[in-house]
């Protein structure tokens, strides 16, 4: 099998298409969830700690100088991403729960009846033929 048949078959595997959708989907998402984080839910968490930015939090370790840039360690932009997973966390699980709330629903709904097979329905036939002579 030559190299190109070879990739040519691994390509159009559903599998390989299907994951490509759902990095896509998730990309996407992921934009969606971090605009959300960031333009929804954080003003009224600013507001409610009093406008503190962790962003700002830094300790100076070498002051700048004539030929070399200040060495900061800014550790407040790791509080505030540490902030901002555990919210996009919190989102993602309650979409989840959602969801699966959602199949739950489906799942419990009542299903019509499998309908009999045929055989069933012509020994069905021929019983209430013989109880009715």
Not at 95 to 108: F, G, Q, R, T
Request: aromatic share 6%.
């Amino acid at each position: 099998m030559s190299l190109l048949s070879e990739f040519k078959e691994f390509a159009v595997k559903g599998n390989v298409v299907d994951m490509a959708v759902g990095i896509i989907v998730g990309a996407a998402f992921g934009k969606i969830v971090s605009s959300f984080v960031k333009d929804i839910i954080m003003p009224p968490i600013g507001v409610l700690v009093g406008g503190v930015d962790f962003s700002d939090l830094a300790v100076t370790l070498q002051e700048a100088t004539d030929k070399a840039p200040a060495v900061v360690m800014k550790y407040g932009v790791f509080i505030q991403n540490i902030v901002d997973f555990i919210i996009v966390a919190m989102a993602i699980f309650l979409a989840v729960k959602v969801v699966n709330s959602l199949k739950k629903k489906e799942e419990e709904a009542p299903k019509e009846p499998p309908k009999p097979s045929n055989e069933e329905v012509l020994l069905t036939e021929i019983r209430d033929l013989l109880k009715n002579k």
